[in-house]
């Protein structure tokens, strides 16, 4: 049995759209080719985490990002896991939407650990966690900062996902994310997760790469350095019973 | 300016020729997709490292198994580096070939450093190292062993090589090539290496993954686990100069 997966990190879109769909249409290629279910690209990627004007540029969950997207799935077969900027109403979300290799949107999320005053600016927060089925694996979306609350994975665990996959748009140096927090928390939790942030620099913010696809005993499964790379690992290895835990069995809430 | 490589990981073929090429294919298809120049993979892959009776299978450099790599290579328009076992007349050996996206063969590399008595028993050792323009980039074979030995890789850096591409047959527990030699190599010598290795089991061996590209700056730029991973990554990054040595410029021999 095997499930393999591919992460995608890159240079933000700046906002062109036609450099996004081109960027991901190489790289749903590349997945698809490799036989993975699902391909995880960085945070608000529509229109680019880092530019001005997000609310005016922000579109409705189902709008024209989305249909473009759902499309490319389905030429490809391979589903996608990224981030956008939603408009609802008068509120605007820091979200992440995942359709699979049909083109059927089978998860939605809205970021719920709002980072630095930048995005409590412009970002209404989630409030609530959810999880789908991915060929078989009960999965879950979080996005940035949010793999750095426990309480978040632990929902995600609770609500059975065994699998956590991650937009993100981390900029230099906070590259112990990728190092220490994503394998930690992937062990203490007992699942997988799979973190994309982008690479290069767009407008005030470099980032600093290391996606990373970390096991429940914190193996780290394909890891990226500081520039464009893109991996596919198969994430359905056992891995060893001895460095297996999960904080569901021991919580002990105080 | 990019330079995009390619690294393959994955179980070796045991001997099945339709195997190999099927991964071979689906690898190649991917890294074309992210605008590879060439594809990595492990040692002797044809027929297998560890497959038994490797003096019957061996096949003379521009045999079929290279007439097929050239029009696999040729169909993708992307290039391989990986390693066979070499018949010439009644000697064999553990050899590397490169062939450009074109299907020309561009270089060709018989391994120096056998390791162990197995390998001693079946192989004569190669005698020369090589160079070769990928792209604008002087380029070098070592194959598994070779990159431990420091003298080997200063012959390519004499050489001119700034790109060093290793295929390897690395068994467990043997990491610390991939996590310090590797890099140390790389950034000792101001050069750039991708070492690939099989995952999996094949017979007597159980492989340790962990194939990487470090830079002349000892920078990770993508890893792998231990498991079956495709990494795709852009090796024309600018290092730290602060970083960067070469001791071609100060070797005092003794």
Redesign the interface.
């Known amino acids: 049995m095997?499930l393999?997966i591919a992460l995608w990190q890159g240079p933000s879109p700046e906002g062109s759209d036609d450099r996004a769909f081109a960027a991901l249409d190489?790289?749903l290629?590349?997945?698809a080719?490799?036989?993975a279910v699902t391909l995880v690209a960085p945070e608000v990627f529509f229109p680019g985490y880092n530019q001005s004007d997000i609310p005016a540029k922000a579109q409705v969950r189902g709008g024209p990002w989305h249909q473009r997207l759902a499309k490319l799935a389905r030429t490809h077969g391979c589903g996608i896991v990224i981030g956008y900027a939603e408009r609802e109403g008068g509120a605007i979300y820091n979200s992440a939407v995942a359709f699979d290799g049909q083109g059927h949107e089978i998860g939605h999320y809205r970021k719920v650990q709002l980072f630095g005053p930048r995005e409590k600016a412009i970002y209404a927060p989630g409030d609530a966690v959810s999880t789908f089925d991915l060929q078989g694996i009960r999965t879950g979306m979080l996005i940035c900062y949010d793999i750095e609350f426990a309480p978040l994975v632990r929902k995600l665990a609770e609500a059975g996902a065994k699998l956590v996959l991650v937009p993100t748009a981390n900029p230099e140096p906070n590259t112990h994310v990728s190092r220490l927090v994503v394998p930690a928390h992937a062990i203490n939790h007992g699942l997988t997760i799979a973190y994309a942030n982008y690479s290069g620099t767009e407008g005030d913010i470099t980032y600093c790469g290391a996606s990373v696809?970390a096991?429940p005993d914190a193996?780290?499964?394909?890891?990226?350095?500081?520039?464009?790379?893109?991996?596919?690992?198969?994430?359905a290895?056992a891995p060893d019973p001895a460095l297996l835990q999960t904080q569901l069995q021991d919580h002990r809430p105080i």
Chains 1, 2 share one sequence.
Request: hydrophobic share 65%.
């Open positions: 095997s393999n190489a790289a290629t590349a997945a080719a490799m036989g696809i096991a193996a780290v499964l394909a890891a990226a350095g500081p520039g464009p790379v893109l991996l596919v690992t198969d994430i290895r």
